[in-house]
């Protein structure tokens, strides 16, 4: 089946820093991927979607400069956290859209900035 | 805005139990509605994907319905068992292709031998 991969699974950085997470979709291509957040007990939020040789859209409240996005082939997408602070630190989970509507959910990144 | 409400917020039963989750959403022009598991510090599982114009879909022992007009799902799992522990997460898609997912605030199952 279709398996879509995160890494790393879980990163600790120092605050002031930035840290790279990667979305890929194993065995498919995928022309769009979206990234979410989710705080302990609460829902995921969407981030913003990631669009393949295009710009990613952003949700409203979601800073585009801070959480960089890029989506460069049909089978990664990045999600940079720039100037990581505490109030980052959250599980961050993207999924991948195969052709048609199936979407998969990757396993998600620990971010812990101290 | 679309919100989506889970209620239990959290559930613990004796294995063996048949056991109802709801989700309830604000907005009822909906795509489709989908309930998902996730395991603790994991990914999610897609469980059940319902399409605006159906009112139920089963998989084993889980049943999803929908009534979109009421703005409400429910999810049942039949004869409960300690590997079903988990949290249920339901989603409602307002644009179709999973472009907007709103996802519910999660009930958290427990399920004691």
């Known amino acids: 089946g279709a398996v879509v991969s995160q890494h790393p699974s879980w990163v600790i950085c120092k605050s002031g820093t930035s840290v790279k997470i990667e979305c890929r979709s194993l065995?498919?291509?995928?022309?769009?991927m979206f990234w979410y957040r989710q705080f302990p007990k609460q829902s995921l939020m969407l981030m913003a979607t990631?669009?393949?040789?295009?710009?990613?859209?952003?949700e409203q409240g979601v800073e585009k400069d801070k959480f960089l996005i890029n989506h460069a082939s049909l089978t990664l997408s990045t999600l940079t956290v720039t100037s990581a602070h505490p109030e980052d630190s959250s599980f961050y989970i993207c999924?991948?859209?195969?052709?048609?509507?199936?979407?998969?959910f990757g396993e998600g990144s620990w971010l812990t900035v101290v | 805005k679309q919100e989506v409400t889970q209620i239990p917020a959290a559930l613990s039963v004796p294995e063996g139990e048949n056991l109802v989750l709801n989700c309830s959403f604000t907005?009822?022009?909906?795509?489709?509605l989908q309930w998902f598991r996730q395991d603790p510090g994991k990914g999610l599982t897609s469980l059940l994907l319902?399409?605006?114009?159906?009112r139920e879909q089963t998989s084993g022992r889980l049943n999803a319905s929908l009534d979109k007009s009421s703005g409400r799902s429910t999810l049942y799992i039949a004869a409960s068992q300690p590997g079903d522990s988990a949290t249920y997460l339901c989603?409602?898609?307002?644009?179709?292709?999973?472009?907007?997912?709103?996802f519910g605030t999660g009930t958290q199952l427990k399920v004691e031998l």
């Open positions: 907005d009822s022009a909906i795509y489709n």
């Open positions: 999924s991948a859209r195969k052709s048609g509507n199936t979407i998969y």
């Open positions: 989603a409602v898609d307002l644009t179709g292709g999973g472009n907007k997912l709103t």
């Open positions: 065995d498919f291509q995928a022309t769009t």
């Open positions: 990631s669009n393949e040789g295009s710009k990613a859209t952003y």
């Open positions: 319902i399409q605006s114009s159906q």
